[in-house]
């Protein structure tokens, strides 16, 4: 079983996140990034299976160059080989472009014929959860999304998906595309040996020109949504805090009425 | 004025609050209509005509439900290519954004999810969006195509405006590939009898300092008539069902007024609810993150605090 992980690099959520002031888009540049954590259950979940199958896993990202740093991590933790798409062209890509140029590389790095494509549920920063749903419709892949349990047999892979009301089994046969959540598995931290096999592993570098898809489909000057505000919230004014000396129940219930919720 | 097309929200024909939250708002777009996939069309029928839907587009193929979101998108793009609408609105919940995102690829349309807020503006709808955990406020618009937006629930309070909401029937042959993901089972949640998470007036969450002990937070969330929410760190403890997470990877609630109970604040638990109107906690630690947000804090053990304020509001309440 060959696996496709697509892996996106992040601004740390623990930073101080923000815009570039010139365009409007997310600064990538002025704040560490790393691996979006919600994708490490991605490369986890596609470790587990190609080490129970015998298979190849291949991590896919498209992004600057800082997110070479989030195929070195897949590769660290396990993963077979990278494929790091980068582009200046690519700079303020919607998901829609973003879906595009993935789909193509998904394509050129399996030969055209895809097994099993795995992404996370979402990335932590645009955390719009819909590349996934574009990437199957583009490789005309069955949609098997949001797998809190996954089970791969007779070429079929059968997931739990938990929405509001109910709990639901999804099956369907492969090739097909998989998006998995945080419930899923425990992703592995790099091992030493990990660490330094890495360093050896193949990665590939493909420009927009390698996949065959012209600059003016992606990018910030063709994407199909513009921003045209971006405000910084005014922090919260900071409330009443008050010591619970034996009222602080009381004390609250008063500041309920006075809001008029009770 | 053009035509604005909303996905009807609805469980086993049973309309949610959405649906009428994403009717309201297309009346500032342009003339609604309503897109109902699945059973229960004929009483939905009185909703939708009551709060502004023209028309009421009907897909009632079982196929529809029973096979992960590619059949709805499938619908939705059978019915924009025929009225070519100016916006497409659909709930942000987890499939409606599955159910957007295939659609603006179908369509070559660009697409916005997440939104609080949309309104009319030069050049089309503007939507409002709070990203990085509600440290921006964005104001975005689609520049090509349908302006298909995904917006939250709570976005706006609803208000009826009663329209003809004739029904037309949609003819569309789903295509193998949107039969390829088939539903194959379905377990009802248990129902805990109080409000649905995500539209509830008042959430009130307990995190990894109730111990296990959730009875205080369900006692102070019933006095109030409120949703119970949780913190990963309660969630993964196995403490709380994973269905009541708040937070990036849980639920995204903004509801009137948030009580958090012996939860720190993290990033991605505020992610969840920050948004949120008027935000309480209690907490042990008074340096406790999850203080720079609220409008009132105690700082305090939660098993004396939450009973005696469950006490109090139930005295006021009479
Ligand atoms: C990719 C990713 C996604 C995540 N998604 C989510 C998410 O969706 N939702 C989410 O919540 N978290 C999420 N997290 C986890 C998040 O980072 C925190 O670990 C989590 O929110 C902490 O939960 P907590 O506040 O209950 O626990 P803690 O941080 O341990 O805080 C417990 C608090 O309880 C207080 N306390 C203890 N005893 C009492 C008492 N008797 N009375 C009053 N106060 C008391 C303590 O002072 C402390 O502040 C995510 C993390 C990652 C990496
Ligand atoms: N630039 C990218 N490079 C590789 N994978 C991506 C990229 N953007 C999104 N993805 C994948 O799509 C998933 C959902 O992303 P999103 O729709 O942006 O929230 C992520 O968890 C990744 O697996």
């Known amino acids: 079983m060959n696996i496709v992980v697509c892996v996106k690099h992040v601004p740390d959520a ?81 998901a829609p472009a973003t879906s595009l140029i993935l789909a193509e590389a998904i394509k050129k790095a399996t030969d055209g014929n895809p097994e099993l494509v795995i992404t996370g549920m979402a990335s932590t920063d645009g955390t719009m959860g819909v590349v996934p749903a574009m990437l199957a419709e583009r490789l005309g892949l069955p949609q098997v999304t949001y797998a809190s349990e996954l089970t791969l047999g007779d070429g079929k892979v059968t997931i739990r998906r938990d929405n509001d009301a109910n709990t639901e089994t999804i099956e369907a046969s492969l090739p097909a ?9 425990e992703p592995r931290y790099p091992s030493f040996k990990g660490i330094m096999a890495a360093k050896k592993k193949p990665v590939e570098s493909w420009t927009l020109a390698d996949l065959g898809i012209d600059a003016g489909q992606v990018g910030l000057a063709n994407a199909w949504t513009k921003v045209v505000e971006i405000a910084k919230r005014p922090p919260r004014e900071q409330g009443e805090i008050v010591k619970d000396e034996g009222d602080g129940g009381t004390k609250l219930a008063e500041f309920l009425a006075a809001r008029k919720f009770l | ?42 009483t939905a029928q009185v909703t939708l005509a009551k709060y502004g839907a023209s028309k009421v587009y009907v897909f009632d193929d079982e196929a529809a439900l029973k096979n992960l979101v590619a059949p709805q998108a499938e619908v939705l793009a059978a019915v924009a290519a025929k009225t070519s609408p100016v916006a497409v609105l659909i709930p942000s919940n987890t499939a409606g954004k599955e159910i957007a995102a295939r659609l603006a ?27 990085f955990a509600g440290s921006y406020t964005v104001k975005s618009q689609v520049t090509k195509g349908a302006a298909i937006i995904a917006v939250k629930p709570n976005s706006t309070a609803i208000e009826a405006a009663p329209a003809a909401g004739a029904v037309e029937k949609v003819e569309v042959t789903l295509s193998d590939l949107a039969t390829a993901a088939p539903i194959t089972d379905r377990q009802p949640k248990a129902k805990s009898g109080r409000p649905e998470l995500t539209e509830a007036q008042i959430v009130v969450s307990g995190g990894r300092g109730t111990g296990g002990d959730f009875s205080p ?53 505020r992610a969840g609810m920050q948004t949120s109107k008027t935000i309480i906690a209690i907490n042990k630690d008074e340096e406790a993150p999850i203080f720079e947000l609220v409008d009132f804090g105690v700082v305090g053990d939660l098993f004396n605090v939450l009973p005696q304020a469950t006490d109090e509001v139930k005295k006021r309440k009479g």
């Not at chain 1, 991605?42 to 015998?54: D, I, P, T």
């Not at chain 1, 595309?177 to 598995?185: K, R, Y």
């Not at chain 2, 609805?10 to 897109?35: M, N, Q, Y």
């Not at chain 2, 503006?121 to 503007?126: D, L, S």
């Open chain 1, 14 to 94: 623990q930073a101080d996140r923000g815009f570039n002031e010139s365009d409007n888009t997310v600064d990538r540049a002025g704040v560490d990034g790393l691996l979006s954590e919600l994708d490490e259950y991605a490369v986890e979940e596609a470790l587990k299976l190609a080490e129970a199958s015998g298979g190849e896993v291949t991590v896919v990202t498209i992004g600057p160059d800082q997110a070479a740093d989030a195929v070195k991590k897949a590769l660290q933790m396990g993963a077979d080989k990278g494929v790091h798409v980068n582009d200046e062209a690519i700079h303020g890509s919607d």
């Open chain 2, 217 to 269: 937070v369900e006692a102070f969330a019933d006095s109030l008539g409120a949703a119970v929410g949780a913190s990963r760190a309660a969630v993964d403890a196995g403490w709380y069902p994973h269905s009541n997470q708040v937070g990036q990877t849980g639920k995204q609630v903004s509801p009137q007024l948030y009580v958090a109970a012996g939860i720190s604040g993290a990033i991605q638990h």
């Open chain 2, 1 to 42: 004025m053009g035509e604005v097309l909303i996905l009807v929200d609805h469980v086993d024909g049973k309309l949610r609050k959405t649906t009428a939250e994403l009717l309201t708002i297309a009346r500032r777009l342009g003339e609604p209509s309503a897109v109902h996939i699945g059973p229960g069309a004929e």
């Open chain 2, 105 to 131: 690829v179908k369509t070559e349309s660009g697409l916005i999810t997440d939104a609080v807020d949309v309104q009319a503006g030069e050049g089309g709808p503007v939507a409002n969006q709070s990203v």
């Open chain 1, 177 to 185: 595309l998989v998006s998995v959540t945080d419930q899923i598995n």
